[in-house]
């Protein structure tokens, strides 16, 4: 089953109705083509590309179908730089990512790079953490290759 039909599958379980609103909405998060190139997707695009499909959507529509989605588990809410995004949450729960604070790219992150990390922190600390969404930030190659300095760094 596809993230989409998932999702549209979670909506008819909990009793919501599938308003061609929310299916637009869902579609167009489930295109995942955004101005960051790797799935994630803004308010105001998400706007944007609905108001083409549907001229009567308004903003407070778009603001409350991707609460309730997010409310639901259908949408992962990723913050990169000042902004939130916005992509359909993987099936199996997880979701990582890198977030470049240079050039606000966000690279999604195989949970198998944080399960020594949770060992670690279970055996020495008897600490469980919740890693069904983590975000690490830094700088990715690509900016450390040009130079770019992070946002707000000006050594």
Known sequence: MIKHEKAIE?????????????LIVLS????????TGDGHMGVDEVF??????????????????L????GLGVVTEVA??????????DPDG???HMVC???????????HYLAEFRDTLNKEFGFEPDLEHFAVSGV???CQEAGVKPKGNQE
């Open 10 to 22: 979670t909506l008819r379980l909990k009793g919501h109705r599938l308003t061609p609103q929310r």
């Open 28 to 35: 167009i998060i489930a295109s995942g083509v955004g101005t």
């Open 48 to 65: 944007q590309a609905a108001k083409k499909a549907y001229p009567y959507m308004d903003i407070a529509t778009v603001y409350r179908t």
């Open 67 to 70: 609460h309730l989605f997010k």
């Open 80 to 89: 990169i730089g000042d902004r939130l995004h916005f992509e359909l949450t």
């Open 94 to 96: 997880h979701h990582h």
């Open 101 to 111: 604070r240079a050039c606000n790219g966000a690279f999604n992150l195989s949970p």
């Open 140 to 142: 990715c190659a690509k």
